[in-house]
Structures are given as structure tokens and as C-alpha cells.
């Protein structure tokens, strides 16, 4: 439907489990799919502003003097982990989860089903760690080293989107 409206390339959702993905490539023009092979997931958002609440004394968006512009906020879990929290145009809030997520496990996969465009979503990284994980996925993509390589060696969770699936095991 989407490519069909003019658009031209599809990003299939964070929804998707694998075997999700994998059956809708297989149904799919690949060559029109942008496949997101490395990301912070959006754990949830909010209309509560996190930045207005406790980096200002204003009470909304229309007196809270905008502290987002200026500064960064995360929410530490339990075991200490910082998820980062950004706002989007409306003043809402989206908490990103802490450990980047990697579908390089599957890029092999991918490339067989004629998937040829990959997206890398940065939210944080330096650029040193920028050029370490496109270096890494180049590398992948060159079958120079394995999926399993390039997500050990950042520390990411193997998983693609949101869950792997009740069924998976």
C-alpha cells in the first residue's frame, strides 16, 4: 500500500518479531525495504514531561521555559541503568532503552531475501562509537565477520524489534 502511494522505501515496524519480518520480506519487494538493523527501542512514551517536572517550575509547555533545549535527562532502573528520555515537538516524552538492540544476527538472512537497504539509529553515541558500529555492520554486510561478532562486540542485545515472539524459543 505504502509503495504503492509513492513512497519509496518501507521501514517495517519495531512490532515485528523475526519470523514476523522474515515473512513479510518473503512477500515483499525487498529491494524497496530499509531494514532498522541496530537501535535504542522506544521502551514507552508519555505526556508527562520528565523535563518540565523537575528542571523547571513551570507547570506545561507554556511556562516551563523549555529546560529540554538545554539538557539531557535519563530514568535509572532498579539495577542502574539510564534510559534516555527525549521530547518530541508536542512536548512529549519517549524513554529509550538503555542497551542498543542488534539484528545483525539476521543480516545474513536479509541479504539471501534481497533486503539491500539497512538503517542504523544513533541516539547518544559519540562519534568514535558511531564509526565503530557502522564499521562493524560494513563488515558484517562484507561477510567479514559474523552477526554474532558485531553484536558481542557492542555489547547490544540479539534481538529484533519489540519481542521475539511467544513462540520462539
Request: proline share 2%; glycine share 8%.
Amino acid at each position: 500500500m505504502f509503495l504503492e502511494a509513492g513512497c519509496d522505501l518501507v521501514t517495517p515496524s519495531y512490532d515485528l518479531n523475526i519470523q514476523q519480518m522474515v515473512d513479510l520480506l518473503g512477500r515483499s519487494d525487498t529491494s524497496r525495504m530499509e531494514v532498522v538493523i541496530h537501535q535504542h527501542l522506544p521502551m514507552f512514551h508519555t505526556e508527562h514531561c520528565v523535563y518540565c517536572t523537575f528542571l523547571s517550575e513551570g507547570t506545561d509547555f507554556t511556562n516551563c521555559g523549555r529546560p529540554c533545549e538545554d539538557h539531557s535527562v535519563s530514568l535509572q532502573d532498579r539495577i542502574g541503568m539510564s534510559h534516555p528520555v527525549r521530547v518530541d515537538e508536542g512536548c512529549r516524552n519517549t524513554v529509550y532503552n538503555a542497551i542498543e538492540q542488534s539484528g545483525a544476527e539476521y543480516l545474513t538472512h536479509f541479504m539471501e531475501l534481497g533486503v539491500a537497504n539497512y538503517r542504523i539509529e544513533f541516539l547518544e553515541e559519540t562519534e568514535e562509537q558511531v564509526h565503530e558500529v557502522i564499521n562493524l555492520y560494513k563488515r558484517a554486510l562484507r561477510g567479514e565477520i559474523s552477526g554474532t561478532q558485531v553484536w558481542k562486540s557492542l555489547k547490544a542485545t540479539n534481538q529484533l524489534g519489540v519481542t521475539r515472539g511467544q513462540l520462539v524459543k
